[in-house]
């Protein structure tokens, strides 16, 4: 009798389960928030798994163009989709969107214009535009990036001349390189932008300013007179969207399509200043406090795929005549996993801590700041800053690592592993690179180095608690197992980050200085919002392992960057070795808890689409079943066979 | 008057190849070997770049079944070419077909299904096969790969029962993780294929073997009875090829169709024992030593694009009021790409010296080997087995780093850094992964370890010479530019390696122990074979720059295993922080030869295929350029519009 080595595999996932010491459910709780918050998020899944277009998959399968057209169809199906439910609360309008695993073409118009609308415009402005926007009338792209510049915004080279002749606006793009380039929608899709321009009265320059500008005809959707607009091409992800390129040609708008809530124009040109704008700051912190949720939940579903993939699939034995070992008894597989299941909850964990955080000072604000409001939300804005920089680039590599652990499973795309990289990895680029987002934090410490602030505390999370740390002591573990000490790995991380900080503001000025210095910071930060949440956790078989990974994170990122918490000898060279054996120790701890602590995140198997990663481990029918939807399959002799195949191997050639 | 910045941009590529301190052609010599060679690659290369199915470069804009179709018609073209050119050498074969951008479906009938008719049949079945493969009137896979079992070659579970009665083996597959998975080439394209089963005779298992197995009729190429073959869909690269999946239902073929070079089955069903096959090993070899120039072109054509960029690049002022920086100006920027102009080099220095080492071994081998001969193959062989496990995967790495270095235009398909990355990653996959590799390679030298072999230098490449290393010693360096000084940098990677490898032994087994010293002892070969190029370099100019360039490469490792480097403190903390201060004057020193360096490496634009990382460094131009080619800009109104958008503009919904 043969051994079917494809029913084993669901066996493998369900004596992982059983091994569990911890209540699954008790961690979704913790992941998802309230039973009643789970149970709507089920049904509007069901709902969209009902969908004909809405449930649509196989995004795998098509190329750019194929993927725009269809997500047209999408865009229309989740507007009708929402009416047809009756969705109207924004955060479940955003879990719809969310679910439909990709981004659509009207991305940019709910994340951006929208918003841009709401925040900018004056009164009468927002009146007139935001029922349109909000109704799909007027469909917006946001347009501030340009061909030659990105990152330095104050680069922009696009222009506003106002003619207070006729009172208006005439923009336009002086050279190839201030060109609009990349913005979302703006291809094809959106009829409107707001365009980012350098603005001039009587020929002098007031800077930056936004204007709302129409760029296709209502009636027929051509691009209208004086506008060049286009599709960039093709991208790593994204491909559903229309990334657009857009060149204004002396283009006249009228003078109240500049948006007006803070800067203004007066018709005679003459130029109302702007008070100190703390909302953009506000704008740029709910961003980047929204990808640290996104890097949590793309690097739990890639994990989630590879740790069930690695404990279903069987390869290689100890020795001649023995079983063979699931894949996830092997050290090297381990290490590849648990240290990103352990960033997934380091990331959620995070987020919660400074979600809240955010929502504290924005629950302050009244339209004005004292000095400590103030100084709050700038500890927010470079601290979000640096996390973002470093999650972004922990998760993506995080992500690739995992896919390779999957070995050529993980290769296909069957597995998911490769799509979900794809869209993930844009947020390494977007809002903000790594390089730029670094120097703004590490400029931030700095200058609290050089003159302190009075402690404050808030929402129970102290950003700045490294700064009192003592840059002289060393680690005072004696033995290998007290390095996994809360205490001891806290303070580690705190010295760490004080040092490099120190030694930044100490040399002639050095960008990898400041950004060793930013992301030690960083991840001082996630290594104590993950450990107060899991302090906050009630259940105490949850807590417990729990606290088990987030002990094998901390070591994890010891062991990454060992040579910097080497520095001084802060850990001496025998500490430095126990916390390599501690990680390992660590691993074995974890183990049995490792398919259980991905089940935690509560992925559904729509959400993962992926054939190795399901829930049921039915991972090998899965694979066979896939390759049903490729259409070179929908024939046995393919198409081109006659024309190119038949020539070839009947040596007509 | 308005400054172009698409005009500035080639002018600073300009200014720099004028700042290079060396003649970028005698590089290119180095690399590319001589002139005649070069300038034959150049007839060709203008050949192809003449025909109008080989030049194509638009595989950016479709999906897999396009990109199978268009192959298709590329294979025939690439047949076509070699008649019409009256190529026959296989050099030349081999350089058409490698700058053809993309594998065809042919690719492994090129690669392993007529390499191994030439291996493992006898002369008879030679005869019979091996020209009409050469032909193309069999068209092979190499049918290896199952769904249940990739790296455990072993676990095979396809099975060949011989049947004396009628003189055939009736091949089956038994299970569903028995299907063939993976091959390309099985999916759609090969007629036959050499099927991998466990032979039985007589109900007994006489191991893996190889049989040729006819899958396809030759007059309509229409699966065969008893035959289900399919492709087993997109993956992230290899779009082009039809990786397939094939299930044997009781398949009868001849006794005379296994391969019988070694192993034979007579007509009565007994067994010839194969003597032992070292030439298994040879091919092995073979392959993995060719995956590191494959490892030193990828990303050298990868950091070519991203210096180039760089250079050309304006981004962001040093302060108020000053002009732009080019973005190569940045520390960052520059430890995100020199680091990996030294891997290139290294990995094309490495392949030179295994390389002839290799063909030493071969030319030595009539058959029999003695035991130091065999020695010599089995440390190739370990060590091209950990090579290729270090730098595929540093490459991999380097290759994103490198991506994301380039910011929103390394995201685009136009620069080209998504596509190489598809193609090449695949190697950290193939032919062995990591894990695997790292394994074999450590088990050899744990071996060498304990019984140590007599000192074999070949062909001037001493593989095992750290075994010779003080473990006790510390690093002598008494100021900082001591650690450029070769000798200390050679020292301090052989000393690391064999601490880990005498860690690895002492431990308990630990696999992550075994990988540290697999890992360690690579790189201690990258560098010494980086190091015996650069000495042998016979320009003085480029010989004084690639110095520089190795000791940047040797730094910057030592930097990212600091906490290996400073075990038991070889390294004390001063020297680790002067190792980082050598690093960061070094990415000074060799700031005004990076874009030379680039150029030394000799690729031509088209088959770098980027916008970004052209030779004239017009990039903005060539990026607008590139728009005209994406097929949604083939209309301004969008033929989804009508269908899907009009009716959410017009709130018809």
């Given at each position: 009798?043969?051994?079917?080595?494809?029913?084993?595999?669901?066996?493998?996932?369900?004596?992982?389960?059983?091994?569990?010491?911890?209540?699954?459910?008790?961690?979704?709780?913790?992941?998802?928030?309230?039973?009643?918050?789970?149970?709507?998020?089920?049904?509007?899944?069901?709902?969209?798994?009902?969908?004909?277009?809405?449930?649509?998959?196989?995004?795998?399968?098509?190329?750019?163009?194929?993927?725009?057209?269809?997500?047209?169809?999408?865009?229309?199906?989740?507007?009708?989709?929402?009416?047809?439910?009756?969705?109207?609360?924004?955060?479940?309008?955003?879990?719809?969107?969310?679910?439909?695993?990709?981004?659509?073409?009207?991305?940019?118009?709910?994340?951006?214009?929208?918003?841009?609308?709401?925040?900018?415009?004056?009164?009468?402005?927002?009146?007139?535009?935001?029922?349109?926007?909000?109704?799909?009338?007027?469909?917006?792209?946001?347009?501030?990036?340009?061909?030659?510049?990105?990152?330095?915004?104050?680069?922009?080279?696009?222009?506003?001349?106002?003619?207070?002749?006729?009172?208006?606006?005439?923009?336009?793009s002086p050279t190839i390189t201030s060109r609009k380039w990349w913005p979302g929608g703006l291809g094809k899709t959106a009829n409107h932008c707001i365009l980012v321009a350098r603005l001039f009265l009587h020929g002098k320059d007031h800077g930056i300013q936004n204007f709302l500008v129409p760029i296709r005809d209502p009636k027929t959707h051509a691009t209208l007179p004086g506008v060049t607009l286009g599709d960039i091409g093709p991208k790593i992800g994204f491909h559903a969207v229309d990334n657009g390129y857009c060149a204004v040609n002396h283009v006249r708008i009228p003078r109240r399509n500049m948006l007006m809530r803070f800067a203004k124009v007066e018709p005679d040109g003459s130029f109302v200043?702007?008070?100190?704008?703390?909302?953009?700051?506000?704008?740029?912190?709910?961003?980047?406090?929204?990808?640290?949720?996104?890097?949590?939940?793309?690097?739990?579903?890639?994990?989630?795929?590879?740790?069930?993939?690695?404990?279903?699939?069987?390869?290689?034995?100890?020795?001649?005549?023995?079983?063979?070992?699931?894949?996830?008894?092997?050290?090297?597989?381990?290490?590849?996993?648990?240290?990103?299941?352990?960033?997934?909850?380091?990331?959620?964990?995070?987020?919660?801590?400074?979600?809240?955080?955010?929502?504290?000072?924005?629950?302050?604000?009244?339209?004005?700041?004292?000095?400590?409001?103030?100084?709050?939300?700038?500890?927010?804005?470079?601290?979000?800053?640096?996390?973002?920089?470093?999650?972004?680039?922990?998760?993506g590599n995080g992500m690739e690592a995992i896919r390779r652990a999957c070995g050529g499973h993980g290769y296909s795309a069957s597995s998911n592993l490769p799509y979900l990289f794809s869209v993930f990895i844009g947020a390494c680029t977007f809002e903000g690179t790594k390089d730029v987002l670094v120097q703004q934090h590490a400029a931030f410490l700095l200058k609290c180095l050089r003159s302190p602030v009075p402690v404050t505390k808030k929402a129970g999370l102290d950003l700045l608690g490294f700064l009192r740390a003592d840059a002289h002591s060393k680690c005072d573990a004696t033995t290998p197992q007290q390095l996994r000490e809360p205490q001891v790995l806290l303070q580690a991380f705190q010295v760490r980050a004080l040092k490099l900080l120190l030694r930044a503001d100490a040399a002639k000025p050095s960008l990898h200085h400041l950004t060793q210095a930013s992301l030690a910071h960083a991840e001082s930060i996630v290594l104590s919002c993950f450990y107060q949440g899991v302090m906050a956790v009630s259940d105490p078989k949850l807590q417990a392992v729990l606290l088990e990974l987030w002990q094998l994170y901390g070591l994890w990122r010891i062991q990454a960057n060992l040579g910097e918490f080497r520095l001084d000898d802060y850990l001496s060279s025998s500490q430095g070795a126990w916390s390599q054996d501690q990680l390992l120790e660590l691993l074995r701890v974890v183990r049995p808890n490792a398919v259980a602590l991905v089940d935690g995140f509560g992925f559904s198997d729509f959400e993962l689409n992926s054939a190795i990663g399901r829930y049921d481990g039915d991972i090998y029918r899965a694979l066979i079943e896939r390759t049903t939807h490729e259409p070179l399959n929908d024939t046995d002799v393919t198409p081109g066979y006659h024309k190119w195949l038949k020539p070839l191997l009947t040596s007509k050639l």
């Open positions: 009798m043969t051994t079917e080595l494809a029913d084993v595999a669901p066996h493998l996932l369900q004596k992982e389960r059983a091994s569990a010491t911890f209540d699954v459910q008790s961690c979704i709780d913790v992941i998802r928030g309230p039973r009643d918050v789970q149970a709507r998020r089920k049904v509007l899944l069901d709902l969209i798994m009902k969908d004909p277009v809405l449930s649509d998959r196989k995004m795998i399968y098509r190329n750019h163009t194929q993927s725009y057209e269809k997500a047209l169809e999408k865009s229309h199906a989740y507007v009708t989709f929402l009416k047809t439910n009756g969705i109207t609360d924004p955060i479940e309008k955003e879990l719809v969107y969310r679910s439909l695993g990709e981004p659509l073409p009207i991305d940019v118009h709910r994340s951006m214009f929208i918003p841009t609308l709401e925040t900018q415009t004056d009164d009468e402005q927002r009146a007139m535009w935001l029922s349109k926007a909000n109704a799909f009338e007027i469909l917006g792209a946001y347009a501030q990036t340009e061909l030659g510049h990105g990152s330095n915004v104050q680069g922009i080279e696009t222009t506003a001349h106002y003619d207070p002749k006729t009172q208006e606006f005439i923009l336009h200043k702007p008070p100190s704008d703390k909302l953009v700051y506000f704008t740029m912190v709910k961003v980047r406090v929204l990808v640290v949720l996104l890097c949590g939940q793309y690097l739990g579903q890639a994990v989630t795929i590879g740790t069930r993939f690695s404990a279903a699939r069987l390869q290689g034995t100890s020795g001649k005549g023995k079983p063979e070992n699931q894949v996830l008894d092997y050290e090297n597989q381990q290490l590849s996993l648990f240290p990103y299941i352990g960033l997934s909850y380091a990331c959620y964990f995070t987020h919660q801590a400074i979600d809240q955080l955010y929502h504290h000072v924005v629950a302050q604000f009244d339209g004005e700041m004292d000095l400590e409001q103030l100084h709050m939300l700038a500890q927010l804005h470079a601290s979000a800053s640096g996390l973002k920089a470093l999650l972004t680039e922990e998760v």
